[in-house]
């Protein structure tokens, strides 16, 4: 029984404290709120993201947990110590800005070591540091060359490198992988996934891609205009998202405009966009604005030629208006016969593909009622 709640999420766990908190976080400029009332309980080791448009004022959370912004309102504890009124090196924080800054005359060795130098750390010990550091990033073989020598994802490395030597509880960073190409950056995030382990720091990581957020993340915070709009594990956004604006932003979705309750009021909502009833778990409860979305996600839609049958399944028919093959999955879109276009996409599992469905062939689209995700808002 006892062990029940080492397997627990510390988010889950009522009795975790909380390694940084956020309590109201709000800053203006000039009367306009970039980051408008935010409250967040981080916990000790999580990746965690905040995820979110340009503007939308990730950088100036982010600036404010490390000290370099001072909020309108709120406060920030880390380890149980307030953090308000503290300038950034009374911090335990350490932070790798969006436009990262690598000294252009010093070596990358010279970069690495700035930090523990400025400290007074002893000269032996900054030596094996800065190897230990520079390993880990992969760039021991480039210790004695200036940054103009480097690619620019070798440099983002170094200002990584940089942020880690110092071995700050918490490290801060603003779109890290922004300047890596796609394979480098899938590369590097299971590097950072590993340096976290390996280190057990705390990460919060900005980013506006979403892909990255999924991958790397423990928990995603989801922003917009200031304001978290939803937090939770990536698994608990991409299946239930809260809102339009969050299944919209992450990934591919499929919106179905609903305007009431079916006649058996628990499961059914009329649809007028499909012309057929629309399956869906209805919590008796739940109070239905005059005009609400169910959002399926095209990988939970199932096409086949001939009319599937079971409990619960929302069936629909239209014709394949478009089709995309890209190896191991193929894109589809189908309009069906109300006119609605519909995204579906399917695993190729089979090389014989069973359903190998061409242009303008007729179709069902099916899909389980707990597939079906109500947006009130
Ligand atoms: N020093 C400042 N003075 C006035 N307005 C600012 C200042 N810093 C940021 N803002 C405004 O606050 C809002 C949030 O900016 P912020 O830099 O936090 O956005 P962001 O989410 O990091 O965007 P991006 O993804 O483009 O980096 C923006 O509208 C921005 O113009
Ligand atoms: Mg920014």
Partial sequence: MGNSNQSKNPWEDPAAAPFIRIDGLRKEFGGFPAVDGVS???????????????????????????????????????????????????RPTNMMFQSYAVFPHYSVADNVAYGLKKEGVDKAEVKVRVEEMLELVQLQD??????????????????????????????LLDEPLAALDKSLRERTQFELMNIQDQLGITFILVTHDQEEAMTLATRIAVMDAGRFVQVGTPTEIYEYPNSRFVADFIGTINLFRCHQRGNDGATVVACEETGVPIQADLPAALELPDAFDVAVRPEKIRLSRQAPEGEGLTVLHGMVEDLA?????????????????????????????????????????????????????
């Fill in 40 to 90: 967040l309980d981080i916990y000790k080791g999580e990746l965690f993201a905040i995820l979110g448009g340009s503007g939308c004022g990730k950088s100036t959370l982010l600036r404010m947990l490390a000290g370099f912004e001072a909020p309108t309102a709120g406060r920030v504890f880390i380890d149980g110590v307030e953090m308000t009124q503290l300038p950034p090196f009374e």
């Fill in 142 to 171: 480039f210790a004695k060359r200036k940054p103009r020598q480097l690619s620019g994802g070798q440099q983002q490395r170094v200002a990584l490198a940089r942020a880690l030597v110092k071995r700050p509880k918490v490290l």
């Fill in 325 to 377: 093959y890209y190896g191991n999955h193929s894109l589809y879109r189908v309009r069906t016969d109300q006119g609605k276009l519909v995204q579906v996409s399917s695993q190729n599992v089979q090389r014989s593909a069973e359903l190998a469905l061409e242009w303008d062939e007729q179709v069902y689209l099916s899909w389980p009622k707990d597939c079906s995700v109500v947006l009130t808002q």
